[in-house]
């Protein structure tokens, strides 16, 4: 599985963006995908992470009621739509799979990752 990251931008306070993870390989519609990032200095955070049949969604707290993740199997692609961006949302956000939500929390966890994109909110 291969994973692309895209979507990522300048965004003013408040306002909303919308990041897309598209994969490449047959098997992507098999995978729990998550949405990790990191801020400069600062260690890689779970975000939101997703089932493969998008029956289970998990948040961290820090973007929970501002955050949503869905995916399209049809078109192997997995979305983070981020409304009421605040300044420390500002990033680089990655997406990654892993076969089952279990332990989506973890970096290491994660078998697949993409490239990331960077996300700048101005405050």
């Known amino acids: 599985v291969q994973l692309q990251a895209c979507g990522g931008g300048l965004v003013q306070a408040g306002g909303s963006l919308r990041l897309s993870c598209a994969a490449s390989?047959?098997?992507?519609?098999?995978?729990?995908v998550g949405w990790f990032r990191q801020a400069p200095g600062k260690e890689r955070e779970f975000v939101a992470v997703i089932s493969w049949s998008s029956s289970n969604t998990y948040y961290a707290d820090s973007v929970k009621g501002r955050f949503t993740i869905s995916r399209d199997n049809a078109v192997n692609t997995v979305y983070l739509q981020m409304n009421s961006l605040k300044h420390e949302d500002t990033a680089v956000y990655y997406c990654?799979?892993?076969?089952?939500?279990?332990?989506?929390?973890?970096?290491?966890?994660?078998?697949?990752w993409g490239q990331g994109t960077l996300v700048t909110v101005s405050s």
């Open positions: 990654a799979a892993k076969r089952t939500v279990v332990g989506h929390t973890t970096v290491e966890n994660y078998d697949y």
């Open positions: 390989g047959r098997t992507f519609s098999t995978y729990a």
